[in-house]
């Protein structure tokens, strides 16, 4: 498995694998990786002959008061993770070496980043979305790979991709629990035992909207935010939003709508933790 440390060292190995027919597929992650993480590369690896996983807290996509400094670090661990399961390629930048010190550059979305995530954090998807967009000049990927966790990244970077005409399919990884049904996420690390007990409310507010929303439809929204909202907090969390939305434009659903996402962001001690599901309308497929 190579290592690349240099954004136009990744881009000549790309150019060449891409001159020689490969097949490249791309996961990009913040590092800290996990099953949910090892499952993407999975899902690279039957895409692609040449897997690049990317390691890089992009600095971007923080804010001054967000956990940039403390977000959890192991890139050994990562790179046996990435081997493991078959990666050809890591790439582990410097910030210095993804953005220049007096970049003026960036990739913005104006819609479906207003909600959700972005109401808390503002500067959340412009972020993603010009380091993504680095990435994928950077990687030269057929196919990249992101996981349903992070959901609005997902639909927003398929907007993006869309809109900019980027050559780059968009695969998406189901969400990964935790033998507890908490979701996987670097950032649970910071959870005492006693928050992660409690956290497992947010996974059940999750099943019970995804049964009653697939039983329901839009009927049973009103139901779902309001008992997600109480079980969360009777539970000590601290609600960031739940939300029901139409996962095609993350607008508000209706009768029409085919499909919704719920989400909910909630805090447990200082630990933001997001939760969803996809749900099909029930008579829409």
Request: charge should be negative.
């Amino acid at each position: 498995m190579k290592i690349f440390r240099q954004g136009a060292e990744l881009q000549k190995y790309a150019l060449e694998c891409k001159r020689s027919g490969k097949q490249i597929a791309l996961v990009p992650t913040m590092g800290f990786l996990h099953k949910g993480h090892a499952s993407l590369i999975d899902i690279a690896r039957q895409r692609g002959d040449e897997v690049i996983v990317s390691i890089f807290v992009n600095p971007t996509q923080f804010a001054p008061n967000e956990d940039l400094d403390k977000y959890p670090r192991d890139f050994e661990g990562d790179c046996k993770l990435c081997e493991a399961h078959g990666a050809t390629a890591v790439f582990a930048p410097a910030p210095e070496d993804m953005y220049a010190p007096d970049r003026s550059i960036w990739v913005d979305e104006t819609t479906l980043s207003k909600v959700l995530c972005g109401k808390s954090r503002p500067i959340h998807f412009r972020g993603v979305l010009t380091v993504v967009s680095k990435l994928f000049n950077l990687a030269q990927p057929d196919v990249a790979v992101f996981g349903k966790k992070d959901a609005q990244q997902a639909i927003i970077i398929k907007r993006m991709v869309r809109d900019l005409n980027f050559p780059v399919e968009i695969v998406l990884g189901d969400l990964i629990r935790d033998t507890d049904n908490v979701a996987m996420s670097s950032r649970n690390r910071y959870l005492s035992e006693d928050e992660r007990r409690r956290a497992r409310s947010i996974s059940e507010s999750v099943f019970y909207a995804e049964k009653e929303l697939k039983q329901r439809g839009v009927d049973a929204v009103g139901t779902v935010i309001q008992y997600a909202e109480q079980h969360i907090a009777e539970a000590g969390g601290i609600v960031d939003y739940v939300e029901v939305l139409d996962s095609s434009d993350l607008t508000e659903p209706t009768a029409e709508s085919s499909g919704v996402l719920f989400a909910v962001a909630a805090v447990f001690g200082t630990t933001r933790l997001i939760d969803n599901c996809f749900v099909d309308m029930p008579g829409k497929n």
